[in-house]
């Protein structure tokens, strides 16, 4: 098994919002918790991290909500590590529509988000294929 950690380096991007999103300052975890189920299931993993209540509540990590009309359908949990890095820690989506391609347009929506907060990284954890495409991708490297 092989694994890469990548980021974005968001000066080299100009991703606009193209999502109705939203900061939850006091998600309903149990809300949260049925998307991920949703979202889990959809996409059949083998494998997946428990959601924990606490991952929504740390006052390092912003919870955006993303929404069809006035529902919400999706959320990504971003974990600031100071005022240029954060992490792209979780994302869900329910997928009762498919087609919006939100995996995709909620990416670059946090690309704008955080560029106009100042921030200079984006980090993505695991390389997927369909991430390599974004402006400012990059694969990190070994510790030197």
Known sequence: ???????????????????????????????????????CKYKHFASVM??????????????I????ADSLVAFSLIRRYDDHNALCDQFAWNYNRPKMRLGINTLQTEC???????????YLEQAHLYKSNMDGFEILGPLE
């Open 112 to 122: 704008a988000i955080y560029k106009a907060r100042g921030f200079r990284y984006l």
């Open 65 to 68: 909500g993303y929404y069809d």
């Open 1 to 39: 098994m092989s694994y890469q950690f990548a980021r974005v380096d968001l000066e080299k991007t100009n991703y606009e919002i193209t999502v109705k999103w939203e900061y939850l300052h006091d998600p309903d975890p149990a809300e949260l918790n049925q998307i991920y189920r949703d979202y």
């Open 50 to 63: 428990p959601m924990f209540n606490s991952r929504y509540t740390d006052p390092m990590t912003d919870v």
